[in-house]
Nanobody, 125 residues
Framework: VQLQASGGGLVQAGGSLRLSCAAS????????MGWFRQAPGKEREFVAY????????VYADPVKGRFTISRDNARNTVFLQLNNLKPEDTAVYYC???????????????????WGQGTLVTVSS
């Protein structure tokens, strides 16, 4: 299983980006998917997850109301829309997938087995 994250870049505060995570080696339709991020000098932290049905999403408090996770199973891709970006959102963003199908996701890093290589988001003030 390979996850390829893309869409990061440099943006001014208040701007938007759309991150993509394309999966290969597995059809993601039966799997929950998550996004995490790691800011410089900090530990990796949970950002959002979406259930395998797509009916439920959960967000970390710092991004609620600004970020939106979604999935397109036909394209085998998960997205993270980042709006109203702040300098503190600067980080490498990782997509992640669990090992088990139909698994109820969590915000715990260790419960995800497959990780993308990360895409850097830099927000200038």
């Amino acid at each position: 299983v390979q996850l390829q994250a893309s869409g990061g870049g440099l943006v001014q505060a208040g701007g938007s980006l759309r991150l993509s995570c394309a999966a290969s080696g597995r059809t993601i339709s039966a799997y929950a998917m998550g996004w995490f991020r790691q800011a410089p000098g900090k530990e990796r932290e949970f950002v959002a997850y979406i259930t395998w049905t797509g009916r439920s999403t959960v967000y970390a408090d710092p991004v609620k109301g600004r970020f939106t996770i979604s999935r397109d199973n036909a394209r085998n891709t998960v997205f993270l829309q980042l709006n109203n970006l702040k300098p503190e959102d600067t980080a490498v963003y990782y997509c992640a997938s669990p090992a088990e199908r139909f698994w109820t996701p969590t915000n715990l890093e260790y419960s995800y087995v497959y990780w993308g290589q990360g895409t850097l988001v830099t927000v200038s003030s």
